[in-house]
């Protein structure tokens, strides 16, 4: 019932120059890949976006966030099952086309680029919100946009060593979220003298739940957004020297992750009143000004406009390499694949480029909060991704259930965890549109996936043509 009627899927070794066969040596250690996959996830969806979903759960988001670490771990298990297996070059993409089908595999990797278009997007808005703590008078739309040109022509000019990049930026995150827990708990717990004493007034004094269930399960597509960037680890997975490692990895990455989420947003709770928590500013900065370091601010400030510079060219990087990919299967027009003199993908940047520049200036139109928007819209693309995911991992399973296969430890309870999961995504993508910003997010991810749907008509001669070379 699960395993697909092959509705065209392609046999991998059909899908050109996207895939990457295990016998090729991959380049990543576990250190690296772990470094990769925490940098590509912990961005300004956390830093910034926080705020969204504190002000809808209350302490209820340390719940939210711990759900979420559940749904993103079996995502992440399924993710590195497949890669195991197969260790091919375009991931998931790949996968769920061979084992659903070249309809879906469309729709993952068209999903994951525009995904990845709305998130550069964010993290170009999420900077000039953090800009404004230097140059108030400054309007967002310029710093925006200034952030996002600088980004494209770093891709524009090409980069080397990107994963060594990535993975300093990843340890400058850690090392700032380690910094601001560290100093925190040494103020809150009276060690340490920073001028101002906090009143006692926080989150926690209006109980765990002030907004009801309700509030919980409005966070959780905010609350997704802050894991999202898995993708890059099961992207990144298949490069790995040793494939059987993966599995070390997957379980490193999310152990940090959930650690440095509950905990630093447990200290968040503790010192600043609920009323305190707004988007206009990062809550850590907050945070740290209330406590009476705001030296730390200024510097917590900086490290998260520079880790946002991080999100955004490994974005853009992993954006036009799906684009390629999709060129290279016949699923976008060809100009895509056009490489320039110097190795620059002008093609797919171009189309790149015209793309940010859309979605950062229709969420500048629309008559609601503009990083909500963009993060709505992104989150609804990443539920629709992990969908696919879990589906082709389902089918994986149906394919191989009398064969000894390795299955990651991550994918806990499979398959009756993976079919909870599976409705988990559809129950939480259902309920965010209870709220109206939400909605706004969900309306524009409906019309985009609508209009892929109608060009994949259109393309698909030329997929044929692909696949059969």
Same mark, same amino acid.
């Given at each position: 019932?699960?395993?697909?009627?092959?509705?065209?899927?392609?046999?991998?070794?059909?899908?050109?120059?996207?895939?990457?066969?295990?016998?090729?040596?991959?380049?990543?250690?576990?250190?690296?890949?772990?470094? /990769?996959?925490?940098?590509?996830? /912990?961005?300004?969806?956390?830093?910034?976006?926080?705020?969204?979903?504190?002000?809808?759960?209350?302490?209820?988001?340390?719940?939210?966030?711990?759900?979420?670490?559940?749904?993103?771990?079996?995502?992440?298990?399924?993710?590195?099952?497949?890669?195991?297996?197969?260790?091919? !070059?375009?991931?998931?993409?790949?996968?769920?086309? +061979?084992?659903?089908?070249?309809?879906?595999?469309?729709? +993952?990797?068209?999903?994951?680029?525009?995904?990845?278009?709305? &998130?550069? %997007?964010?993290?170009?808005?999420?900077?000039?919100?953090?800009? !404004?703590?230097?140059?108030?008078?400054?309007?967002?739309?310029?710093?925006?946009?200034?952030?996002?040109?600088?980004?494209?022509?770093?891709?524009?000019?090409?980069?080397?060593?990107?994963?060594?990049?990535?993975?300093?930026?990843?340890?400058?995150?850690?090392?700032?979220?380690?910094? =601001?827990?560290?100093?925190?708990?040494?103020?809150?717990?009276?060690?340490? #003298?920073?001028?101002?004493?906090?009143?006692?007034?926080?989150?926690?004094?209006?109980?765990?739940?002030?907004?009801?269930?309700?509030?919980? @399960?409005?966070?959780?597509?905010?609350?997704?957004?802050?894991?999202?960037?898995?993708?890059?680890?099961?992207?990144?997975?298949?490069?790995?020297?040793?494939? !059987?490692?993966?599995?070390?990895?997957? *379980?490193?990455?999310?152990?940090?992750?959930?650690?440095?989420?509950?905990?630093?947003?447990?200290?968040?709770?503790?010192?600043?009143?609920? #009323? +305190?928590?707004?988007?206009?500013?990062?809550? =850590?900065?907050?945070?740290?000004?209330?406590?009476?370091?705001?030296?730390?601010?200024?510097?917590?400030?900086?490290?998260?406009?520079?880790?946002?510079?991080?999100?955004?060219?490994?974005?853009?990087?992993?954006?036009?390499?799906?684009?390629?990919?999709?060129?290279?299967?016949?699923?976008?027009?060809?100009?895509?694949?056009?490489?320039?003199?110097?190795?620059?993908?002008?093609?797919?940047?171009?189309?790149?480029?015209?793309?940010?520049?859309?979605?950062?200036?229709?969420?500048?139109?629309?008559?609601?909060?503009?990083?909500? =928007?963009?993060?709505?819209?992104?989150? =609804?693309?990443?539920?629709?991704? *992990?969908?696919?995911?879990? *589906?082709?991992? @389902?089918?994986?399973?149906?394919?191989?259930?009398?064969?000894?296969?390795?299955?990651?430890?991550?994918?806990?309870?499979?398959?009756?965890?993976?079919?909870?999961?599976?409705?988990?995504?559809?129950? $939480?993508?259902?309920? %965010? @549109? $209870?709220?109206?910003?939400?909605?706004?997010?969900?309306?524009?991810?409906?019309?985009?996936?609508?209009?892929?749907?109608?060009?994949?008509?259109? &393309? !698909?001669?030329?997929?044929?043509?692909?696949?059969? #070379?």
């Amino acid at each position: 019932m699960l395993q697909s009627k092959n509705n065209g899927a392609v046999p991998t070794e059909r899908l050109g120059h996207v895939i990457k066969h295990s016998s090729e040596k991959g380049t990543l250690s576990v250190s690296q890949l772990v470094l /990769i996959g925490v940098g590509g996830i /912990i961005g300004a969806g956390f830093f910034l976006g926080v705020g969204l979903p504190i002000r809808s759960a209350g302490p209820a988001v340390l719940i939210a966030f711990l759900i979420g670490a559940i749904i993103t771990a079996h995502v992440a298990g399924a993710l590195t099952t497949l890669a195991v297996d197969q260790p091919i !070059k375009g991931s998931f993409m790949v996968y769920t086309k +061979e084992y659903i089908g070249n309809f879906a595999g469309y729709i +993952e990797g068209w999903g994951y680029y525009l995904s990845s278009v709305l &998130v550069i %997007a964010s993290e170009a808005v999420a900077m000039s919100v953090f800009t !404004k703590m230097w140059m108030p008078m400054m309007p967002n739309w310029i710093t925006t946009s200034i952030y996002a040109a600088i980004v494209i022509l770093i891709n524009a000019f090409g980069t080397k060593n990107f994963s060594i990049v990535e993975s300093l930026m990843s340890v400058v995150k850690i090392a700032a979220l380690v910094g =601001f827990i560290l100093v925190i708990g040494l103020v809150w717990s009276g060690m340490f #003298r920073a001028g101002i004493v906090t009143s006692g007034s926080n989150a926690f004094k209006l109980g765990v739940f002030p907004n009801g269930v309700s509030g919980l @399960l409005q966070s959780m597509l905010i609350v997704i957004f802050a894991y999202a960037g898995v993708g890059v680890f099961g992207t990144a997975a298949t490069e790995m020297r040793n494939p !059987k490692r993966i599995e070390q990895a997957a *379980w490193l990455m999310m152990l940090i992750l959930t650690i440095l989420y509950i905990v630093s947003i447990a200290l968040l709770l503790i010192v600043l009143p609920l #009323r +305190e928590v707004s988007t206009n500013m990062s809550p =850590f900065v907050v945070a740290l000004n209330h406590s009476g370091v705001s030296w730390l601010a200024q510097v917590f400030n900086g490290i998260i406009v520079i880790a946002s510079f991080s999100v955004m060219a490994g974005s853009v990087f992993s954006a036009n390499q799906i684009l390629q990919g999709l060129g290279d299967m016949g699923d976008s027009p060809k100009f895509v694949m056009r490489i320039g003199k110097k190795g620059v993908p002008f093609g797919s940047l171009l189309v790149t480029t015209v793309g940010i520049a859309i979605a950062i200036a229709v969420s500048y139109l629309l008559p609601a909060n503009v990083y909500n =928007f963009l993060i709505s819209a992104s989150s =609804f693309f990443t539920f629709l991704s *992990w969908f696919l995911i879990l *589906w082709a991992f @389902l089918v994986w399973q149906y394919k191989y259930k009398r064969k000894e296969k390795f299955v990651s430890t991550l994918a806990i309870g499979k398959p009756v965890m993976t079919f909870v999961v599976m409705g988990a995504i559809v129950l $939480l993508a259902g309920y %965010a @549109l $209870l709220q109206k910003d939400q909605l706004y997010g969900f309306y524009a991810f409906i019309l985009i996936l609508f209009v892929t749907s109608v060009i994949y008509l259109f &393309v !698909k001669p030329g997929r044929r043509k692909a696949s059969n #070379r």
